[in-house]
C-alpha cells in the first residue's frame, strides 16, 4: 500500500475507484467473478429444472482474519448440490 500510495496521488486512485465502479473489479476479485458467472452457467445446465445456481455461490470469500468452519463447508457444499438436483451421497441411509 505504501509503494501504491508512493506513486498514485488520491486523484488518481479516486479516478481508478470511479473506473472500478463503472466497468466492475479489477484484478483478482474480477477474475473471481468471470470465473463464478462461467462456473454458475456450466452448474445450471446440469441443473433439475427450477433450481439454478448462482455465481455469488462459487465466489470465494478471502477473509483470512478467521479459522474455516468445516461445518459451514459441509452445509454450503449441501445446499449447492441440493440447488443443483444433485445427491449427498455422505448421508447413511
Known sequence: MRHLLA???SDELTEWMAY???????GPRRTDV???IHTAVVA???AAKGRKAKPQDFIPEWDQTRPPDVQQMLATV???TAAL????HTIRR
Open 78 to 80: 449441501r445446499t449447492v
Open 7 to 9: 506513486d498514485i496521488d
Open 85 to 88: 438436483g444433485g445427491t449427498d
Open 34 to 36: 468471470l470465473h463464478g
Open 20 to 26: 472500478e465502479r463503472v466497468t466492475g473489479p479489477l
Open 44 to 46: 445450471n445446465t446440469a
